[in-house]
């Protein structure tokens, strides 16, 4: 015990510290070495569609756009990292830098349809930029506060609160923040970064290209226009080099860019250095989003949980053992004559289903096998997934690992899909075990990927990053059909030369009667109840989780995650089997799809939580509900078949233990 309260203590203390495995080598920079900024998708919570950077009008690095290579999960996550025209030099300051006049598009107007641009601001689309694997925080000044934040990117423009127009981000402040490393002489590590956007209109008149200078050349600042409206932080006259500060940028005379027609674009680069960040743990504050979310809510999520698991709990007992004692006596005495014996057995009446309770279901039995099978697949998929994420094996810094993991989960837990789906078939004294076998292999995954070539199809339309290119999803097949399709045969081959279940008492050859059921025995009450109590138990931890998917924030809590996920399928057990011994005592013996349906009803709150929390994206779109809903009812889909696996084997525990403590004649 004291060995388990360890575990669980260190799997919540990785909430707030971290480490980097084997492989995610720091790197260290020389004074005046080259330090890559690059740019990723351009997110937004309105449309849920991510687009690539140079989607849009903005300048291009020398001698074209380079793609980082990617893996499996940042593809399927949606993620374009390419490089960018931005030049960082370690430790070299860099004054109202110009990148490029790019040309926006026609001028915003009644009647006439707006640029790419406008479109992209008003939709509320933000750049994520990156250096040295850092994603760019966000700071936004005004006349009296600072605000950093630390997820979802900076935006690309705002639209006016007085004249409702469009305006975009034309300069960037680039705020890095690096450390002395000490192991190694004049070596320095980025560990923070953070981009500080501006609006500035630039009067400007463009050079001739003998005049430009080469992005190669550090002899002299990049110059592609000649400024001649400057800022303070933007002039060449003035002998005291300042940076673009809010009052620089906001002073009288100069305005906001409009997001049309020739934009110069320009940046200052500014260095840092915090001798008390390290850089093993300069993701802790992306991870934790400065503290936005505290700990407390997380603790409380479990109070919460743990509160239900324990009237739960008391209600097993003092219903099930107090009831089961007394049941257990009554039939296992010795009576003294017949009619005490009828007596006993009419007032207590799940022993009356000890001829039937083992019986088959007569309702596509197969189909129960199967969504059996997924189920438990789907269960050691998530567990595993958590368990690795909790110990540090996926990293936020390895973009798109805990997707690959996933996935690759899925794929070898299909082996456990087909064992288990063969051996609950031929409990059930199924024949058609091959029917059974490819069904497991094609039910779910089939769904899955014909749901997600429908929204690919949508997302290419859409022009969308999401969209997954043509060679991924032969990935995606060679894995299904490749690897998960032979391993789902091989768990089913296994599965069926195993011994049926030791049922103990045997099935009749006609039926029992099953007699009229009150209302609160009927199958909407149970669903009802016996989906909403562990929903209760997970729906905090729900919400930063859609909050993490959705919104582009960071969820990395996975030490509460995993209390929460064993609270779930603790309490969905509980309240099963409780249902389950009311069913048997109503002498109703059709408990195998009641048990599944029960417990795996709490996939029905979540789908319409859902529903709720969709409004808060604030998104009205064809393409997002499609993207939007799609998902999550797969999502759903998924929890009911695991929650609904694992009620079920619940179930036969529990009956299995009761009517083998029973002397039945």
């Known amino acids: 015990m004291r060995q388990f309260a360890f575990l669980i203590v260190s799997l919540l203390g990785m909430e707030t510290s971290s480490f980097y495995l084997p492989g995610v080598n720091p790197q260290s920079f020389s004074q005046g ?122 935006p690309v423009g705002f639209v006016g609160a007085d004249d409702n127009k469009a305006y975009i981000n034309n300069h960037v402040n680039i705020e890095i923040m690096y450390h002395q490393v000490e192991t190694e002489t004049d070596k320095y590590r980025v560990v923070r970064f953070t981009v500080e956007p501006f609006s500035i209109k630039h009067a400007f008149e463009e050079v001739d290209d003998d005049d430009k200078a080469s992005p190669d050349d550090s002899s002299k600042p990049f110059k592609v226009a000649d400024i001649t409206n400057p800022i303070y932080s933007c002039d060449p006259k003035r002998q005291k080099k300042n940076h673009t500060t809010w009052d620089i940028a906001t002073a009288p005379g100069h305005t906001l860019q409009p997001a049309s027609g020739k934009v110069l674009f320009t940046y200052d680069v500014i260095w840092i250095e915090n001798k008390e960040l390290h850089w093993a743990s300069r993701w802790d504050i992306y991870l934790s989003m400065d503290s936005a979310i ?227 025995m009927g199958l909407p009450f149970t669903l009802f109840v016996g989906g909403i109590l562990p929903f209760g138990a997970c729906f905090v931890e729900l919400y930063f989780i859609l909050a993490s998917v959705w919104m582009d924030q960071y969820y990395y809590v996975f030490g509460f995650l995993l209390l929460v996920f064993l609270i779930l399928i603790l309490t969905a057990t509980e309240i099963n089997v409780l249902f389950n011994y009311f069913q048997l005592c109503g002498e109703n013996y059709h408990w195998w799809w009641r048990s599944f349906a029960t417990a795996g009803s709490t996939a029905f709150y979540v789908f319409l939580y859902s529903i709720i929390y969709f409004q808060s994206l604030q998104a009205n779109t064809l393409p997002t509900y499609m993207l939007y809903f799609g998902y999550m009812s797969l999502v759903s889909l998924g929890i009911f078949l695991m929650l609904g696996a694992c009620g079920l084997f619940s179930s036969l525990l529990f009956n299995r233990l009761i009517f083998s403590s029973i002397k039945v004649d």
């Open 33 to 154: 070495d080259v330090v890559k900024l690059k740019v990723n998708k351009m997110t937004s919570q309105h449309t849920l569609l991510p687009v690539d950077y140079y989607r849009l009008p903005f300048c291009q690095p020398e001698g074209g756009i380079k793609m980082d290579n990617e893996n499996l999960g940042e593809f399927l996550a949606g993620d374009r990292i390419e490089s960018s025209p931005y030049r960082l030099k370690m430790k070299v300051e860099m004054f109202c830098e110009q990148v490029c006049v790019a040309n926006l598009g026609r001028e915003e107007a009644n009647g006439v349809s707006p640029n790419k641009v406008v479109r992209a601001i008003r939709k509320g689309y933000h750049n994520n930029w990156i250096v040295d694997n850092l994603p760019a925080a966000s700071k936004v000044e005004d006349d009296k506060t600072v605000t950093t934040r630390y997820w979802q990117g900076f």
């Open 294 to 520: 505290p700990a407390k809510v997380h603790w409380l999520s479990i109070l919460n949980s743990l509160m239900i698991v324990a009237v739960l709990s008391g209600m097993i007992a003092c219903i099930l053992l107090r009831n089961l004692r007394r049941d257990l006596a009554r039939y296992n005495r010795l009576s003294q004559d017949e009619e005490s014996r009828s007596e006993d057995l009419e007032e207590f009446g799940w022993k009356l289903v000890h001829a039937d309770v083992f019986r088959p279901p007569s309702t596509h039995p197969m189909l129960l096998a199967v969504f059996c099978g997924t189920g438990v697949q789907l269960l050691c998929m998530a567990f595993f997934s958590i368990i690795f994420s909790s110990i540090g094996f996926l990293s936020p810094a390895n973009r798109g690992a805990l997707v690959m993991a996933q996935l690759l989960l899925f794929v070898l837990m299909g082996s456990v899909a087909g064992y288990t789906t063969a051996r609950i078939y031929k409990a059930f004294k199924g024949k058609s075990w091959q029917h059974a076998t490819a069904l497991t292999a094609f039910f779910y995954p089939g769904l899955f990927f014909f749901v997600f070539i429908i929204l690919n199809i949508v997302a290419r339309i859409q022009e969308s990053s999401d969209a997954v290119p043509f060679g991924t999803l032969v990935v995606l097949l060679v894995l299904w059909f490749g690897i998960s399709t032979p391993l789902v045969f091989f768990g089913a081959y296994f599965g069926y030369r195993q011994e049926t279940f030791d049922f103990p008492t045997k099935v009749s050859s006609i039926p029992r009667q099953i007699p009229d059921q009150p209302w609160y």
